[in-house]
């Protein structure tokens, strides 16, 4: 079992910023893609960004010019940096780890909190 750990949620008002960070052990080798997920209450969790090993990325419309994800493959941490945030925003965040060369598996953090104050 991959532990994902995941810091740097919180409450920010309307049109702040947060960084959200999420670092899987260094021995783990093969992670392929990372990402985060969020999920509202009573709503399903939905994709908000992704970067793969070659640093090619992907957003959720919502997030397009506001959130960006970067990722350090040395350190295996990925990082959100969320600016001019909405209270639409508020969530919990979850890390997203694929690893694996010839079969893949999928991880999760725990979840961070993120709350947007209007």
């Known amino acids: 079992q991959v532990q994902l750990v995941e810091s740097g949620g919180g409450l920010v008002q309307a049109g702040g910023s947060l960084r959200l960070s999420c670092a899987a052990p260094?021995?783990?080798?093969?992670?392929?893609?990372m990402g985060w997920y969020r999920q509202a209450p009573g709503k399903q969790r939905e994709l908000v960004a992704t970067?793969?090993?070659?640093?090619?990325?992907n957003y959720a419309n919502s997030v397009k010019g506001r959130f960006t994800i970067s990722r350090d493959n040395a350190k295996n941490t990925v990082y959100l940096q969320m600016n001019s945030l909405k209270p639409e925003d508020t969530s919990v965040y979850y890390c997203?780890?694929?690893?694996?060369?010839?079969?893949?598996?999928?991880?999760w953090g725990q979840g961070t909190q993120v709350t947007v104050s209007s």
């Open positions: 260094e021995s783990i080798f093969s992670i392929n893609a």
């Open positions: 970067i793969t090993s070659g640093g090619r990325t």
């Open positions: 997203n780890a694929l690893i694996g060369r010839i079969r893949e598996y999928e991880y």
